[in-house]
């Protein structure tokens, strides 16, 4: 079992940042991702970073968000940069133990662990 913990969530003006940060057993060969769901939408992946380092982004997100992981510290970071009121959400972080294609890499069924989510909401 691994255990995964958010933090960082918090309410931020249109164009502002935020950085979440995701404490888990990072140092396991584990692919990590970040997903959100707005009310009334379906859960969505935002970013991932397999263990050898390649990152992928929703085309929502790219040039704004980015992933990171510090296995020394066994955390996942998403620095998010010039948010929107589109990007309020709950953000949770996951873990898989099998890495998965590339166009499946934003299926939440290829993750085995998630947290609990943290909220971020966007506002003028």
């Known amino acids: 079992q691994v255990q995964l913990v958010e933090s960082g969530g918090g309410s931020v003006q249109i164009g502002g940042s935020l950085r979440l940060s995701c404490a888990g057993d990072t140092k396991r060969r584990l692919y990590m991702g970040w997903f959100r769901q707005a009310p009334g939408k379906e859960r969505e992946g935002v970013a991932v970073?397999?263990?050898?380092?390649?990152?992928y982004y929703a085309d929502s997100v790219k040039g704004r968000f980015t992933i990171s992981r510090d296995n020394a510290k066994s955390t996942v970071y998403l620095q998010m940069n010039s948010l929107k009121p589109e990007d309020t959400a709950i953000y949770y972080c996951?873990?898989?133990?099998?890495?998965?294609?590339?166009?499946?890499?934003?299926?939440?069924?290829?993750?085995?662990?998630w947290g609990q989510g943290t909220q971020v909401t966007v506002s003028s």
């Open positions: 970073i397999y263990t050898g380092g390649s990152t």
């Open positions: 996951a873990a898989g133990l099998s890495t998965p294609s590339r166009n499946r890499v934003f299926a939440p069924s290829e993750y085995n662990f």
